[in-house]
């Protein structure tokens, strides 16, 4: 039998207490090892969403809310052409023609533009005719115009172009905007109570089916400066007032 003396027994026990650290330790260097290999992964998705929220900043055309193109996916598909009417919308369309009603499919909606028809005192099928009444135009000068809506002095509603098909409304936004026409009373461009409360419950409507927020209804003004609609361009806190019963009214 082999003998330990003080010293060797102390050595053991250094020994061993060395090897119980570092068996206690090794274990969560491995889970820490673990836990780093998922981390990539996350940061690689963290960066790839900031790129994408912030990229409106590079390209210096931030605009206060996020952009639609390349936040698409955050938003649900919606099939234009099946979207369904409800009963109180007139749909009355106009012919198709390459002065109002081009027959072009839109793919989305980004926005719904408010307009004003600017010739005050005219309803609702007066407006209807006169877009239809484009069509026949000949020779140099014509007019291409139209619009989705038109929204009456007694709050009627007529649907002349299908959602699903471009309006020459809004500029440069007739590709991926709804457009409604409002008539007006006077001069001034404001709405009558009916027709302000219709175009609250068109807006919410079409905000609900387009997947939409008040966030996305715009005036042509926003579009291109147009002083349209005019009440609602110059009283700022009307329009603001608008959009919050589009809000309320969702």
């Known amino acids: 039998m082999e003998h330990e003396n003080s010293t060797d027994r102390r050595r053991s026990r250094n020994s061993a207490s060395r090897d119980g650290r570092e068996r206690r330790t090794q274990a969560p260097r491995n ?29 210096g055309r931030w605009s206060g809310k996020l952009d639609t193109d390349e936040l698409l996916f955050m938003r649900r598909y919606v099939d234009l052409s099946a979207i369904k009417a409800p009963d109180w919308i007139r749909q009355d369309f106009i012919t ?14 980004n926005d719904i533009v408010v307009h004003y028809v600017a010739n005050p005192g005219t309803d609702a099928e007066q407006n209807r005719s006169y877009f239809q009444g484009l069509k026949d135009q000949k020779g ?7 619009c989705h809506f038109i929204i009456g002095l007694d709050g009627e509603i007529i649907q002349i172009i299908p959602i699903d098909e471009k309006a020459y409304a809004s500029n440069n936004r007739n590709s991926d905007t709804i457009a409604i026409e409002c008539c007006h009373p006077d001069k001034d461009g404001k709405f009558s109570e009916a027709t302000y409360q219709s175009l609250v419950r068109l807006t919410a409507w079409l905000c609900g089916e387009l997947d939409l927020t008040e966030n996305d209804v715009i005036r042509h003004y926003d579009v291109n400066g147009k002083l349209c609609p005019k009440y609602y361009v110059e009283h700022e806190d009307a329009w603001t007032g608008f959009l919050q019963d589009v809000r309320k009214a969702r």
């Open 31 to 59: 889970q820490r090892t673990s836990r780093k290999r998922t981390r990539p992964g996350r940061k690689i998705f963290l960066m790839l969403l900031a790129a994408v929220f912030f990229a409106g900043f590079g390209a």
């Open 96 to 109: 198709v023609n390459r002065y109002s009603r081009p027959g072009t499919k839109l793919n989305r909606i």
């Open 140 to 146: 140099s000068g014509t007019v291409s115009a139209s």
